[in-house]
């Protein structure tokens, strides 16, 4: 009997592999990936590399994808004639097109996990706004090559900490902020009301407000967040209404001495606009998480340019470790591999999507 081809996309560091490999007793073709062919959505991807995402994929019946490693839009599902069954990561994937999927029968299913508090996003964010502050990462290339101080730290502690977006992540980091640094917390989002912050006050187990009647998670405008904020977090969901939602208008409100987070996802912000802001040194410093295209291409200025050098902003870069913590990951992929059982032998898979979730 041929066997089930089964593509496994993205994985970097092949956790995945002796996960999937007791599927090859049971009738399945493994094919591991640890490189990320560009986006077949992405404006600036040229025919030939969605012609060559589509050659790679073609031949599976099974697709694991990591997260939003590997977008899977309606035209891509499309040209996959062999697709029977795609399979992600969490409880939602905004790059998935659920309804083109179910219109040619294809199941899409996802994942479950604990919750944990503080989850991993949130110890990703506060560790790079620590490395920024503390000047972490140029201080230990300094001491490797020989050297010793050759700046100033950043404090925190009561100073103002702007989260734009006060959903699940945004309460999370907003709540270590006050509560270890005695922060200021100021949020801004497009509906945001004061109730709403209040309420999640409250559900974080934080008081609405503190003894001379100031707000724990104070509504400002957008105006006020970004000429206010000592740090600027970003904290949305990503979807049409966020993308591009900042913009160097914002950015260039902020205070020299001000630095700027993103752990949500790179297209929120305008990235031409950061990068000029970093370049001309307008804000102290720049930690970022994720990028408009992942993986970062090696030849981006993010990448090349000597930043806190010549006038320019301090930058901390990391590849969208947000999530990827080793017990996580694994998780993931022993839920995708009972899944694929449970496709095969006809029962009700877990978790799966009847659209995106967002």
Sequence with gaps: MTPVKIAVLDDYQKLSEPLFERLQDSGFEVTTFTDTLLPYNHPNTPQDA????????????????????????????????????????GGRNASINVKACTARGIPVAGTSAESRNPDSTTQHCVALILALARNIPQDDAVMKAGGWQTTFATGLAGKVFGTIGLGRLGVSVSKIMHIAFGMKIVAWSTNLTQEAA??????????????????????????????????????????????????????????RSALFINTSRGPIVV????????????????????????????????????????????????????????????????????NILRWQKGEAMTTVFSDNGY
């Design 50 to 89: 969605k012609d060559e995402l589509v050659k790679r994929l073609e031949p599976f019946e099974i697709i694991s994808s990591m997260r939003e490693r590997t977008p899977f839009p309606a035209e891509l599902i499309n040209r996959l004639p062999n697709l029977k069954l795609l399979l992600t990561t």
């Design 271 to 338: 990235d031409d606009d950061l990068l000029e802001v970093a370049k001309k040194g307008l804000i102290r410093g720049i930690g970022l998480d994720v990028y408009e295209i992942e993986p970062l291409p090696k030849d981006s200025e993010w990448r090349t340019t000597k930043w806190g050098e010549g006038g320019r902003s301090q930058v901390v870069l990391s590849p969208h470790m947000g999530y990827v913590e080793e017990e996580n990951i694994r998780g993931m992929y022993e839920q995708q591999v009972e």
């Design 198 to 255: 209040d309420e999640k006050a409250k559900a974080a187990g934080l008081p609405v407000e503190d003894e001379s009647g100031d707000k724990t998670f104070k509504v400002v405008s957008r105006d006020e967040l970004f000429t206010s904020a000592d740090v600027a977090s970003v904290q949305l969901v990503l979807s049409d209404r966020s993308r591009g939602l900042i913009n160097g208008s914002d950015l260039r409100k902020l205070k």
